[in-house]
Structure formats: C-alpha cells, structure tokens
C-alpha cells in the first residue's frame, strides 16, 4: 500500500512537470517581445492623450554649469529693461515633453545649400526681398523640402525649412513619404530624398533657446520628468535682414545637425574664404551658434565682442562668446539637440 502511494506521487509530480514544461514551451520569444512592444506604445498613446503638458506643469530651475557673461533674469539695455522669457520657454518645453510622450519614427528635413536637389516651385509663390522664391508664409525655396498636400499633387503648396522636425507616418513608395510636422503644422508628402530618419527613440536632454527680441541665448538640460535646469544665461546677436546678404534668424523649432570646430565663411558676395567663426553648430540652413567672427582665416580665437546681446547684425547665425559656443558645441549634440528660436 505504501509502495501504491508514493507511485501515485511519482506520478502526480510527473504530471505536474510536464504541464509546466508544455506550457513554457508554447511561449514564443517573438511574440512576447511583440506583445510587449505593442504594450509599451499603447501605455505610452495612453499616457500622452490622458494630459497634455502645459507649462505650469514644467519645472525650471536655475543651475548654472556655465556662468561666464551670465545675465540675469532681467537686465537693464540701454533706457529700457530686456529679459529672459521664461514663460514662453516653458510652454515650448512642454510642447517638447509632449510630442515625446507618444511613440513617433522621427526624422529631419535637409536640403543644406540644395544638396538634394533645388525644390520644385510651390502653386502660390512669391519673389521675397532677396527677390528669391517663396511661399505665402515667407519660407525660401532654396535650402529647403517641398510640401505637398497629396502624393499625386502637381506642386508643392509649401515649403519645410532646412532643419525641420517630423514624424514619419509611412513610406510605402519608392520617392514620398508622409510627414507630421512637429516643427510645423499639419500633415505633408515630401519627396524621400529630403528627408532623414533618426529612428524612434529620440531623447532630447539639450535645448538651447534663442531670443530674437532681447538678443539672449539660454540653455536647459532635461534632469527628470518635466524637470529642467538653466545651465546657461548670455548674450548673443541674431542675423539682420538686410538684403541682399544679410538675413534673419528664423523663429522655430529646428535639430542640431552638424559641428565645426571652425566653420570658414566668405567675404558678402565673393567665393574668397575671409574668416572663420569657432566651435559653430548648425541648425538651419546656412545659421550656426558661433563663436566670435574672425576676420582672418589663420587668425586666433576672440573671446568676446562689444555687440554681444545689442542688435541683429549677424548673417543668419547666433553669434556668442566663444567660451559658451564651445560650452554648446560639446552639450548639444547633432541629431539629439533642439534650437529654439523665439521672438
């Protein structure tokens, strides 16, 4: 009887085992990495429609890493008072947790110096005041992607400017993909070749915010879920639209997407190298966070200028102090790193 027993025992743990070993091997490591997969992003939409950030959810704090030439909050320029917008730049960080919260295969508009081909003329153009082609809303033809409202539209009705954030919502043919602008508004078909893929799983840790009215750069870090810090707070000078060489610093949202640590330039109007501007990041086109020009291209580095935080004068760049340029050029890295320009 007893050796009945433990027989029925053996054969229960048997059973037991062998359910367990059946069971585990019905799991597919493809599909659970899948399932997975499908449960994260749909935590993640779940999460980004449950409450969009505003910027009173944002918290901003200052903690300087670079603390040469620094301004405060609010300074006085000449007889009246500039200062740092910091309310405007907390609703443009939390546009940036937002559009981070759900899941996005992001990509960059690029047509630097029309590298990928001249774009074709929008249906409505006009000739701006460097009398070069653009559209309704004041963005050039050269340097930047065609948009069009359909993939078998004729011309494009707009145009993306070099640097252009996006999210790609399909590449089903061989030449347009379909783009969600986050840089800018509304849904587009944009011909690949304009368009770059820097995959889905973008963190943006540096933003460096460019003031056009009070001539002031300053920089944040991301440190944890809605928090950021002020690592930087300085003077710059914006481009001066003053044609025919001279042009704005567009406002905007645009990547950081390549580094010189001396990017040459020419004299206005010549193919003759005059200088070089140190430590430059480019973000859009032809503008770049700089160091102080150098009017000589074997000259040595300038630290710093008298025009720094006055006016406009700059050829579409964000002149700095060097120093801080080089404090940009190592923290904001190419395709990881926001400009922000506001007004």
Same mark, same amino acid.
Request: charged share 25%; aromatic share 10%.
């Given at each position: 009887? =007893?050796?009945?027993?433990?027989?029925?025992?053996?054969?229960?743990?048997?059973? /037991?085992?062998?359910?367990?070993?059946?069971?585990? %091997?019905?799991?597919?490591? *493809?599909?659970? =990495?899948?399932?997975?997969?499908?449960?994260?992003?749909?935590?993640?939409?779940?999460? !980004?429609?449950?409450?969009?950030?505003?910027?009173?959810?944002?918290?901003?704090?200052?903690?300087?890493?670079?603390?040469?030439? $620094?301004?405060?909050?609010?300074?006085?320029?000449?007889? *009246?008072?500039?200062?740092?917008?910091?309310?405007?730049?907390?609703?443009?960080?939390a546009f940036i947790e937002n559009f981070q919260r759900a899941p996005h295969n992001?990509?960059?508009?690029?047509?630097?110096?029309?590298?990928?081909?001249?774009?074709?003329?929008?249906?409505? +153009?006009? =000739?701006?005041?460097? %009398?070069?082609?653009?559209?309704?809303?004041?963005?050039?033809?050269?340097? #930047?992607?065609?948009?069009?409202?359909?993939?078998?539209?004729?011309?494009?009705?707009?145009?993306?400017?070099?640097?252009?954030?996006? #999210?790609?919502?399909?590449?089903?043919?061989?030449?347009?993909?379909?783009?969600?602008?986050?840089?800018?508004?509304?849904?587009? +078909? /944009?011909?690949?070749?304009?368009?770059?893929?820097?995959?889905? $799983?973008?963190?943006?840790?540096?933003?460096?915010?460019?003031? /056009?009215?009070?001539?002031?750069?300053?920089?944040?870090?991301?440190?944890?879920?809605?928090?950021?810090?002020?690592?930087?707070?300085?003077?710059?000078?914006?481009?001066?639209?003053?044609?025919?060489?001279?042009?704005?610093?567009?406002?905007?949202?645009?990547?950081?997407?390549?580094?010189?640590?001396?990017?040459?330039?020419?004299?206005?109007?010549?193919?003759?190298?005059?200088?070089?501007?140190?430590?430059?990041?480019?973000?859009?086109?032809?503008?770049?966070?700089?160091?102080?020009?150098?009017?000589?291209?074997?000259?040595?580095? /300038?630290?710093? @200028?008298? @025009?720094?935080? *006055?006016?406009?004068? @700059?050829?579409?760049?964000?002149?700095? !102090? #060097?120093?801080? !340029?080089? +404090?940009?050029?190592?923290?904001?890295?190419?395709?990881?790193?926001?400009?922000?320009?506001?007004?």
């Amino acid at each position: 009887m =007893r050796r009945y027993s433990l027989f029925l025992m053996l054969l229960a743990i048997i059973a /037991v085992s062998s359910c367990t070993n059946s069971s585990e %091997k019905t799991i597919d490591p *493809t599909i659970q =990495r899948k399932n997975d997969s499908l449960e994260r992003v749909k935590k993640a939409e779940e999460e !980004a429609k449950a409450k969009p950030r505003t910027a009173a959810d944002i918290k901003l704090e200052k903690e300087l890493t670079y603390d040469q030439h $620094s301004l405060e909050e609010t300074y006085p320029y000449k007889d *009246t008072t500039r200062q740092f917008q910091l309310e405007k730049i907390k609703e443009k960080l939390a546009f940036i947790e937002n559009f981070q919260r759900a899941p996005h295969n992001y990509a960059v508009l690029q047509n630097y110096k029309n590298r990928n081909g001249e774009s074709p003329v929008v249906e409505h +153009f006009v =000739r701006n005041a460097y %009398k070069r082609v653009s559209d309704t809303l004041g963005t050039e033809r050269y340097q #930047s992607a065609p948009l069009y409202p359909a993939e078998d539209s004729d011309k494009p009705a707009i145009y993306g400017r070099d640097g252009s954030l996006v #999210s790609l919502e399909s590449s089903d043919t061989l030449k347009m993909v379909k783009v969600n602008g986050i840089s800018f508004e509304g849904s587009w +078909f /944009v011909p690949k070749r304009y368009v770059k893929s820097i995959g889905d $799983s973008l963190n943006i840790t540096h933003v460096n915010f460019v003031d /056009v009215t009070n001539q002031n750069i300053l920089t944040v870090e991301r440190t944890g879920e809605d928090e950021w810090k002020i690592r930087s707070m300085n003077p710059a000078t914006s481009g001066l639209h003053r044609p025919p060489h001279q042009m704005e610093t567009p406002v905007g949202i645009f990547m950081v997407q390549e580094q010189k640590s001396k990017m040459f330039y020419y004299g206005d109007g010549t193919t003759t190298i005059e200088g070089f501007a140190p430590w430059a990041s480019r973000f859009t086109n032809g503008g770049y966070i700089h160091g102080i020009p150098v009017n000589n291209p074997k000259g040595k580095i /300038v630290e710093y @200028s008298w @025009s720094l935080g *006055t006016t406009p004068r @700059s050829h579409m760049c964000v002149r700095n !102090a #060097s120093s801080h !340029a080089k +404090f940009v050029y190592d923290t904001s890295k190419p395709f990881k790193s926001l400009v922000v320009v506001i007004d």
